[in-house]
């Protein structure tokens, strides 16, 4: 993406893009972007990108290869809810999945052990504790409150 061009092309305001001048039949002012799939993306110099990535690129001047929405809502490209992220960083930020059964992010219940397990990972490495709640003590995290 040529951020010098996308600079050009939008304008931002509050989490949206508008186009700068009169595009088409976009006025000056309209609000930039259709829905594509779960994300807003905009039209520059023949190509598609996301909204997200073309107001952090505009903000910043780079281009992350991810960019996280903090409040894992797609539609808020406010700045402040935009971070750069790993792969990792980008799936741990999402809600619970419809199947969770605990109410809590990582916890599980154990079949064979008839427990509730808790995993906590760091970069492939992780601990694991069994608790007969839920909400076990500190997953086994050292140096931590």
Not at 40 to 62: E, I, T
Not at 73 to 89: G, Q, V
Not at 118 to 137: D, K
């Amino acid at each position: 993406m040529n951020i010098a061009r996308a600079l050009e092309v939008f304008l931002y305001d509050n989490g949206h893009l508008r186009y700068r001048a009169r595009r088409g039949p976009r006025r000056a002012g309209d609000i930039a972007g259709t829905l594509k799939g779960r994300y807003l993306s905009v039209g520059l110099d023949g190509k598609r990108f996301q909204a997200h990535r073309v107001v952090f690129a505009m903000h910043h001047g780079y281009l992350p290869p991810q960019i996280d929405h903090i409040n894992c809502d797609c539609f808020d490209n406010r700045i402040e809810n935009l971070r750069p992220a790993t792969n990792a960083e980008n799936h741990w930020n999402t809600g619970l999945r419809k199947t969770n059964k605990s109410g809590v992010k990582g916890v599980h219940w154990g079949r064979q052990s008839k427990k509730w397990i808790a995993e906590c990972r760091l970069a492939h490495a992780g601990n694991q504790c069994r608790s007969p709640t839920p909400h076990p003590p500190s997953c086994g995290r050292r140096g931590r409150g």
